[in-house]
Antibody, heavy 117, light 109 residues
């Protein structure tokens, strides 16, 4: 069983919007802080955003602040990332990751977002 | 939110040991004992190898060890095996945010 499965990626034009989803199973989702981490083609991992276990608090990397919104629905064991005003530099594989006790585990398999005209 | 600094690549022969460094600042690695390391094979999701500077999750080989001194963390892999060839990323908590290293490509010769 795969603990985290992302969906919602695809091709979008600059300035467009996209909503990513991450479905969790096999662990107590509601107790984990959840994160989005992205990886541009051939590049390293970059932390994007996190949300606490009950959804009352979120943080963002400066590069996405004001454009991206993270949210969760513990009743549906799901994490989301609303991405607006997308730019070419947002092109990446987006991973969702669970974080308990300051370690990223588990990870999803990622979903590719391509921003291009 | 600057990335942690890692060497772009390291290499070693089977059976040898290698060390990958990860340099941060007094606001991240130097301040918190929340350094973790991840292994990533091509096209795959990252895998947790080390957390809290030097702790290994269950199932991770004891050939993997890690430490921290000041603003620099290090990952050592002993008894190199072919399957260790992968990218390795460090990560640290820093004042409500998180930062990753740029990644190090390990080649097993």
């Amino acid at each position: 069983e795969v603990p985290l499965v992302e969906s919602g990626g695809g091709l979008v034009q600059p300035g467009g919007s996209l909503r990513l989803s991450c479905a969790a199973s096999g662990f107590t989702f509601s107790t984990y802080w959840m994160h989005w981490v992205r990886q541009a083609p051939g590049k390293g991992l970059v932390w994007v955003s996190r949300i606490n276990s009950d959804g009352s608090s979120a943080s963002y990397a400066d590069s996405v602040k004001g454009r991206f919104t993270i949210s969760r629905d513990n009743a549906k064991n799901s994490l989301y990332l609303q991405m607006n005003s997308l730019r070419a530099e947002d092109t990446a594989v987006y991973y969702c990751g669970g974080n308990s006790d300051y370690r990223f585990d588990p990870w999803g398999q990622g979903t590719l977002v391509t921003v291009s005209s | 939110q600057s990335a942690l600094t890692q060497p772009a690549s390291v290499s070693g022969s089977p059976g040898q040991s290698i060390t990958i460094s990860c340099t941060g600042t007094s606001s991240d690695i130097g301040l918190y004992n929340y350094v973790s390391w991840y292994q990533q094979h091509p096209g795959k999701a990252p895998k947790l190898m080390i957390y809290h500077v030097s702790s290994r999750p269950s199932g991770v080989s004891d050939r993997f060890s890690a430490s921290k001194s000041g603003n620099t963390a290090s990952l050592t892999i002993s008894g190199l095996q072919a399957e260790d060839e992968a990218d390795y990323f460090c990560s640290s908590y820093t004042r409500t945010l998180w930062v990753f290293g740029g990644g190090t490509k390990l080649t097993v010769l």
